[in-house]
């Protein structure tokens, strides 16, 4: 996977994170990186800027980098604490909303983001530029089936709570104990099927005349609201 930027650069440089190779631009004049990835015996080749160019969609500052393919965690691994807090994301497909709630959950404390396989934004290039280094604090969870991981969390003693405009202020539920909030789709919300299945309904009053709110926003409210009530439990 290919990622670039000096800061996505001077974030996987810093947790020593394995590096195939780097691509430079070849006037790259960023003593620091050039040192860091010397120090770390990474193969590195000088290229022009249309060469770079070619390589990513985006502004790669220079600089680019090849490390491995994100590595997902085990469901299991999200639930070792005795009440883990949980983000689902029900078919999210912008990487830069993906990339900001992963810097939310991270900077909150949440236990783990759970996303579908199919239909929806996985963790590439974007998302970890985006998220600037807080991927590596926070495990995400790959699952082939929404529906039956719910199933699953429910069994394991799990509330699940969605998000949309139809139900219960925010403020007024009760985030304490295994929870499970459910982010739904840019444009689309919650799958029908997701949203049966989950225990409460979570809405964000809205008093101007935009009726809905950025995913990764809402996502940040509830998430530490549940934060906050569970800080106050303690």
């Known amino acids: 996977m290919y990622v670039y930027g000096k800061n996505v650069a001077n974030e996987i440089l810093k947790n020593r994170k394995k590096i195939k190779k780097a691509f430079l631009y070849?006037?790259?004049?960023?003593?620091?990186?050039?040192?860091?990835?010397?120090?770390?015996?990474v193969s590195t080749k000088f290229l022009s800027k249309l060469e770079l160019d070619k390589m990513v969609d985006g502004n790669h500052q220079g600089i680019i980098i090849e490390i491995e393919d994100y590595q997902?965690?085990?469901?299991?691994?999200?639930?070792?604490?005795?009440d883990p807090l949980l983000v689902i994301l029900d078919?999210?497909?912008?990487?830069?909303?993906?990339?900001?709630?992963?810097?939310?959950?991270?900077?909150?404390?949440?236990?783990?983001?759970?996303?579908?396989?199919?239909?929806?934004v996985d963790v590439n290039s974007t998302v970890m530029r985006t998220s600037v280094?807080?991927?590596?604090?926070v495990k995400v969870a790959q699952v082939t089936n929404l529906k039956n991981t719910i199933n699953y969390l429910k069994n394991k003693g799990f509330w699940i709570v969605g998000t949309d405009m139809d139900g219960t202020n925010y403020q007024k539920i009760d985030y304490k104990g295994k929870i499970a909030i459910v982010t739904g789709s840019e444009g689309f919300g919650m799958s029908r099927i997701v949203k049966e299945a989950c225990d409460f309904i979570a809405t964000i009053p809205m008093k101007g005349s935009i009726?809905?709110?950025?995913a990764s926003v809402a996502t940040a409210l509830v998430v530490y609201e549940?934060?906050?009530?569970?800080?106050?439990?303690?």
Do not use: M
């Open 72 to 82: 997902y965690s085990d469901i299991e691994e999200l639930l070792v604490k005795e």
């Open 26 to 41: 070849k006037d790259f004049s960023d003593n620091k990186i050039i040192e860091s990835l010397k120090c770390q015996n």
């Open 226 to 234: 549940a934060v906050n009530q569970r800080a106050n439990e303690l």
């Open 133 to 137: 280094g807080a991927l590596d604090n």
């Open 91 to 120: 078919h999210l497909e912008d990487p830069h909303n993906f990339g900001a709630i992963i810097r939310t959950c991270e900077a909150a404390g949440v236990d783990g983001i759970i996303i579908p396989k199919n239909r929806s």
């Open 211 to 214: 009726n809905s709110l950025n």
